[in-house]
């Protein structure tokens, strides 16, 4: 090839090169070490979004406040508890002699215990709060069903109501807000506490002499494990109601086998229980000195 055709092809590849590069001006600049004004990227920059934290102090101040809430709401449900067992201990007092001065002590008492420290329960848990702290005050709320059911069935024979016992705290409420109601899983958890202890009382009456106020006991007891066996099996998986059946099934059968053993076998020796002659036994026969 000669030296004139070798210049030619250079010129023609010279001159495709530049016109490449006519036609991206922002590859000359680059080249050029310049910039092309609006080929920058914006640098991207971090910023907080002051709604969003006034928004996580808000939460934090409730969080806090509920705490707070929460631990008035235990020390209330414990002195409900301590108190309300003090009006059970006065109920088994009761015997055939001072059966009405018991009970009417035992009233007082409870009156007392509605108005000291349920009204602190009523205060706090106003509004819809006693469906959130429900496990800080059940425990207190189950006595306190326990102690006010006891003392209904022990003066009337008859078994206080759930309707009965919220009608009673709305007294003790604000009436511009929801008041507190005892919702029916922690009355029917006290309900079972109520069976043991009327267990306990028909013991008591047996020992005294009081065959048939046993009796009534009994069947009263066995009217509400009635109940509750055919509605238990109905409600959601709840392990301490089904535990709390097993015991008031226990209570049913020692209280019956109280009042069998002494109708069948104590019928010679009745009219000795609780008696204060000292010339006879329990099991009647005469006492002796060795």
Not at 115 to 127: A, C, F, H, I
Not at 253 to 279: T, W
């Amino acid at each position: 090839m000669s030296v004139c055709h070798t210049r030619f092809f250079f010129h023609r590849r010279l001159c495709f090169f530049f016109s490449l590069m006519a036609s991206k001006p922002q590859r000359v600049h680059q080249f050029a070490g310049t910039s092309v004004p609006g080929s920058t990227k914006k640098r991207r920059t971090m910023t907080t979004d002051c709604s969003m934290s006034d928004g996580f102090v808000k939460y934090a101040d409730y969080l806090n406040g509920l705490n707070e809430k929460r631990e008035r709401v235990v020390k209330a449900s414990r002195d409900v508890t301590m108190n309300s067992k003090k009006v059970i201990f006065q109920v088994h007092r009761i015997s055939k002699h001072d059966k009405d001065e018991v009970l009417e002590k035992a009233e007082k008492d409870l009156a007392s215990v509605t108005d000291l420290y349920m009204s602190r329960l009523v205060k706090e848990l106003q509004g819809t709060d006693f469906w959130k702290l429900r496990r800080a005050y059940s425990p207190g709320v189950q006595e306190y069903v326990e102690a006010a059911t006891l003392c209904k069935f022990c003066k009337s024979g008859t078994l206080l109501s759930l309707t009965e016992l919220n009608a009673s705290l709305l007294q003790l409420s604000d009436p511009s807000v929801e008041p507190l109601q005892i919702n029916v899983l922690d009355y029917l958890l006290g309900l079972g506490d109520l069976t043991g202890e009327l267990m306990r009382l028909a013991i008591g009456r047996i020992s005294d002499g009081d065959l048939e106020y046993a009796k009534r006991i009994c069947q009263f007891v066995r009217d509400i494990y009635r109940e509750l066996s055919l509605l238990v099996p109905h409600m959601d998986d709840d392990t301490e109601m089904k535990k709390k059946m097993e015991t008031m099934l226990q209570s049913v059968l020692k209280i019956e086998n109280a009042c069998f053993s002494v109708h069948v076998r104590g019928s010679e020796y009745m009219p000795l229980l609780g008696s204060s002659d000292q010339d006879f036994s329990v099991f009647g026969m005469p006492n002796f000195d060795p």
